[in-house]
């Protein structure tokens, strides 16, 4: 006899198994971070140098709109990654008085080696694995990157 599958049922699946995927992904994102933090730097600080890198020229105002933080903040934080040469401050070609943020050359090698140290952290952890154990992972990657998407 096969049990009727009902969507209380299903959703009693979905929940179990959202409620296990979750502390993993945070535990993943994590050690990730902390490969940033190895580096010199904060989560936030990378977030920043990505949106920027993403929108050179962005103005510290929409910056700070998009991250959904306050003016004075922000600020605060483009001056410390000012200071570390990550970022860099250019008037406006075509409006003097704006003033757009960019990435320096030693920003994007920042990023880059960040970005590597995080791969490699995570090709360790990966090789670590049984076979069939990366297979699993590979296979799971669609689906969770379609989670992603709004």
Known sequence: ?????????????????????????????RHLRRQNQAMGTSPLHMGLLNSIAQ????????LA???????????????QMEAEGWVERRPSTDDKRRVGLFITRTGRAMMAAAQQRRVDW???RLADLPAEG?????????????????
């Open 1 to 29: 006899m096969t049990a009727k599958v009902t969507a209380s049922t299903m959703k009693t699946e979905t929940e179990a198994l959202a409620d296990r995927l979750r502390p993993v992904l945070q535990r993943l994102q």
């Open 55 to 62: 929108q050179e020229g962005l103005g510290i105002g929409e």
């Open 65 to 79: 709109a998009q991250e959904k933080l306050r003016g004075p903040t922000i600020t605060a934080h483009i001056n």
């Open 122 to 124: 995570l090709a360790t």
């Open 134 to 150: 990366r297979r699993a992972v590979a296979a799971a990657l669609e689906p969770l990157e379609a989670l992603c998407h709004d």
